[in-house]
């Protein structure tokens, strides 16, 4: 169901899926982020936040939220791209509603809105130990007849 997702074998994110180890150079090395399946199909989304994701007032990064969004738009979409279709983030819409720290994992789950023949409009907010840190929306558009990168 999941395609070419592999779990991580060890650390904070241990079970967890991702697309990222090998296969997504940026994710993998602004992560670890990973993702696993929720009744409904929609994936929760972990991130393991580490010293080097934070900004210089000691809180989570902006720009490692909007990474972690990104991410999380495909895990919730998921049921939607089935088929190995190659998807890219058309449009990623952010609102900051607080901060994080690195006192626990990050969470983001949500739901998809629409869907069409090509594109995918998807909702979510990132959490944190009950706090809410981000709300999030994004479209992905599905792209036709490419065929994937080695």
Do not use: C
């Not at 609102?95 to 789950?109: H, I, N, P, T």
Request: hydrophobic share 40%; glycine share 14%; aromatic share 10%.
């Amino acid at each position: 169901m999941y395609g070419r997702a592999k779990a991580f074998p060890d650390g904070p994110l241990k079970g967890w899926l991702t697309w990222s180890l090998g296969q997504d150079p940026y994710e993998t090395y602004n992560g670890p982020f990973g993702f696993r399946p929720e009744d409904g199909g929609a994936g929760l989304s972990a991130f393991a936040p580490q010293p080097h994701h934070l900004n210089g007032s000691g809180a989570i990064h902006g720009g490692a939220l909007l990474s972690f969004a990104d991410f999380a738009l495909f895990s919730i979409a998921h049921n939607s791209l089935k088929g190995g279709v190659q998807t890219v983030t058309l449009t990623l819409n952010a609102e900051f509603v607080g901060a994080g720290d690195l006192s626990a994992l990050l969470y983001a789950r949500g739901e998809v809105v629409r869907e069409t023949g090509g594109l995918v409009f998807a909702r979510g907010l990132i959490t944190q130990s009950e706090r809410t840190l981000l709300s999030f929306s994004g479209t992905l558009r599905k792209l036709r007849n490419r065929e994937p990168k080695p």
